[in-house]
């Protein structure tokens, strides 16, 4: 599935990065996907 492959992508990302900015069309899920990072991760997020 998608989501799940760029999910892991971010998290790798964010061990480098303090910031990332999640990029497309309207409702295709980039809020989602950021609380869901932000939930895993246990840290706090801005959207």
């Known amino acids: 599935m998608k989501f799940r ?16 900015s999640i990029l497309g069309p ?10 869901e990072i932000a939930i895993k991760l246990d840290k706090e997020a801005i959207y």
Do not use: P, Y
């Not at 999910?7 to 790798?12: G, I, R, T």
């Not at 309207?26 to 609380?35: E, N």
């Open 5 to 20: 492959r760029i999910a892991s992508e971010l998290e790798e990302l964010l061990q480098d990065f303090h910031a990332l």
């Open 26 to 35: 309207r409702q295709v899920g980039k809020i989602t996907l950021s609380q």
